[in-house]
């Protein structure tokens, strides 16, 4: 390829080529860095054939092979490394130059954040309220493995997600746990069941509902075996699916309480079929996150501690 570049100046969409291309070597090729971009192999390789074309040079070998970086490849990760590192340092000092902290905080959760005795997220969010009032804060819920993406693309500053397969584009904190036992509802075939324990293979006769993304949950359904037959992106769609009666599915011991109080689920007692998350508040990477995130990371540590 003729090094011949088009790049006259560094644009948005130069910035987000070169952090793809970044993607792709930290993860080792096209097929890891899928789960870190969210984007199919084949739209990977275009974003790659176009910052190819952008800088005049040819970047990385890929096929049957294997992935591997041109000396070219080496270089122009060398230069984008330092780039963002100096959008870093801008965005950091730019934050500096205020006596207040200004501008927008993008957090996204996990659903039911809120209800989790153990969760102190309000707590965080009243005391960085407090010191910096001029920060507008934009809160969504989001699936886990959206919060990670979001995070590692920019979408998000601060995600709390359970720590499961940890991504080295992150830097994890972790906050507090979730109890999550398997429960049936009113109308399950084991829900008029009195016994202690249930064993594993009749168990694995019933209808069984959990994530569709890799997590704890589905980390814990391969293990056990379960019969999955239903896929869902929340515990609040899985809550649903439970009270019908007609799945058994993993939920958080503090959601559940409410529904057993009221006799429409209970406990389908099995000593294996039990799992702690360990639930973790995620930032990207980098050299520095500026001081509305590390501000309201601060606070966060502090409420968990």
């Known amino acids: 390829m003729a090094k011949?570049?088009?790049i006259s100046r560094v644009s948005d969409v130069d910035i987000?080529?070169?952090?793809?291309?970044?993607?792709?070597?930290d993860c080792g090729g096209f097929?890891?860095?899928e789960f870190e971009l969210n984007?199919?192999?084949?739209?990977?390789?275009?974003?790659?054939?176009?910052?190819?074309?952008r800088v005049g040079m040819k970047l990385c070998h890929r096929g049957p092979a294997g992935f591997s970086l041109t000396s070219d490849g080496e270089q122009v990760l060398i230069a984008a490394e330092?780039?963002?590192i100096a959008i870093d340092r801008f965005q950091d000092q730019i934050d500096e130059a205020h006596s207040r902290l200004t501008g927008k905080l993008k957090i996204a959760c996990l659903d039911h954040s809120s209800s989790n005795p153990s969760a102190k997220v309000f707590e965080a969010i009243g005391k960085f309220r407090d010191v910096a009032p001029g920060v507008t804060l934009d809160i969504s819920l989001e699936p886990p493995n959206v919060i990670e993406q979001g995070v590692i693309n920019g979408q998000f500053n601060v995600g709390i997600v359970p720590l499961h397969r940890q991504s080295a584009m992150l830097k994890y904190?972790?906050?507090?746990?979730?109890?999550m036992r398997l429960y049936c509802g009113q109308g399950h075939p084991l829900f008029d069941n009195d016994e202690d324990h249930h064993d594993l293979h009749k168990l694995r006769r019933y209808s069984y509902a959990g994530l569709s993304f890799n997590s704890p949950n589905m980390a814990v359904h391969q293990k056990l075996k379960l019969r999955k037959s239903a896929f869902v992106q929340?515990?609040?769609?899985?809550?649903?699916?439970?009270?019908?009666g007609r799945y058994l599915g993993f939920l958080p011991t503090h959601m559940a309480k409410p529904y057993e109080a009221s006799g429409l689920v209970r406990e389908v007692q099995n000593n294996t079929a039990t799992y702690t998350s360990r639930i973790s508040a995620i930032v990207r990477r980098s050299s520095s996150t500026g001081r509305r995130v590390s501000t309201f990371v601060n606070f966060l540590n502090s409420a968990h501690a």
């Open 16 to 25: 987000k080529l070169l952090d793809i291309f970044r993607t792709v070597v």
């Open 39 to 53: 984007i199919g192999r084949s739209t990977i390789s275009k974003h790659i054939s176009d910052l190819e074309t």
């Open 234 to 244: 929340n515990e609040e769609a899985l809550t649903l699916l439970v009270l019908s």
């Open 31 to 33: 097929t890891a860095a």
């Open 4 to 6: 011949k570049s088009v």
């Open 82 to 84: 330092d780039l963002f």
């Open 173 to 179: 904190h972790e906050l507090y746990t979730e109890d």
